[in-house]
């Protein structure tokens, strides 16, 4: 019998919170929250104010109005020391040439519970332990920092955001420079920790395929500073994510989950299939030949069925059948 899970805890409440600096106000009227145990994606273009709205609720700097709460307590409640107990930030970045180890950076996250001679008890070395292991460091400890690949790198800041022993860990842009096998990592990583652990992570990130794939929720903020959030897959249904990445030469397939480019302007071909993996790769090659899978009244629009060893191309002329995508994409070049 399957049972019904406990309600999560809301971690993080913002309530028409308003971001920005003195003289330029970046978002308004934002509301939204994240649970414990769960990692969201905060996604958007490029200028819409992501970076803003994490050092908001990191530091309170960029908050304009509004109520943030962090575990049922207003943050600007919380001293800024104590708040360092309540939030880690992983930025995206760290200086190649910084002179730490990989243990010796990690364990930098436990300075906000070091007294003042700032020597390390066997309980912080333990939980600096720790925060290697569930970022698959183990070996690692003694490496120079300047000797790991991206990738490395940036679980090491992880770990080290971890061994801070915060319940919200926010990430800015984790992934760029990264290359696809590290960035699928990462976000393995992620929620791996967060059902382990109850951490929750909140990450700004380009990432819309893996975000849906791999994230509990996403937070999607637009140009104007609105933002909606929810699962990923009620986002999409409600048309939130192509609104977001439907420009001129881009377009949001529903059906792959991922932002395509669009070479020239698409041209409408009616694709009848069952939904089968060779749908999925027929679908790809059309979106890469500048085609989109819509249903018109024009007469003239062409026609694909995809058959058990065949696809039967059908015009408003004629009809014939073609045995491999090379074939068919001969057709529609």
């Given at each position: ?60 700097n960029t908050r ?151 994230c509990d929720a ?116």
């Amino acid at each position: 019998m399957i049972q019904r899970n406990q309600t999560k805890i809301d971690l993080l409440v913002l309530e028409s919170l308003s971001t920005g600096y003195p003289h330029h106000t970046v978002s308004q009227n934002l509301s939204a929250r994240l649970e414990e145990g769960t990692v969201t994606a905060l996604i958007g273009t490029n200028g819409c104010g992501k970076s803003t709205l994490l050092e908001a609720i990191a530091f309170g700097n960029t908050r304009k109005e509004g109520k943030i709460t962090l575990a049922g307590e207003p943050i600007e409640k919380i001293k800024l020391n104590q708040r360092a107990k309540f939030i880690s930030i992983v930025r995206s970045q760290l200086e190649r040439s910084i002179q730490l180890t990989v243990e010796e950076l990690v364990a930098l996250g436990r300075s906000p519970y070091l007294n003042t001679l700032g020597k390390l008890s066997s309980r912080d070395r333990d939980i600096v332990r720790k925060s290697l292991l569930d970022c698959k460091l183990k070996g690692y400890e003694k490496r120079m920092i300047s000797t790991l690949s991206d990738g490395e790198r940036q679980r090491a800041l992880i770990a080290m955001a971890l061994a801070q022993e915060t319940p919200l860990v926010l990430l800015d842009e984790p992934t760029s420079h990264l290359d696809l096998s590290f960035r699928i990592e990462l976000f393995l990583l992620l929620r791996e920790i967060a059902q382990k652990s109850q951490r929750t992570f909140l990450l700004a990130t380009h990432e819309i395929s893996l975000a849906m794939q791999w994230c509990d929720a996403l937070w999607i903020l637009d140009q104007e500073g609105n933002l909606s959030t929810g699962l990923p897959e009620e986002l999409a249904l409600q048309g939130k994510i192509a609104t977001l990445f439907e420009k001129e030469d881009f377009h949001f397939d529903p059906y792959t989950g991922q932002v395509e480019l669009l070479q020239r302007k698409p041209r409408a071909i009616n694709l009848i299939g069952d939904g089968s993996e060779k749908e999925l790769w027929t679908r790809r090659l059309l979106t890469r030949l500048g085609y989109i899978a819509q249903k018109t009244s024009d007469p003239e629009q062409y026609t694909i069925e995809i058959l058990p060893n065949s696809w039967h191309f059908i015009t408003s002329q004629s009809s014939f059948e073609v045995k491999t995508l090379s074939e068919l994409q001969a057709i529609l070049r």
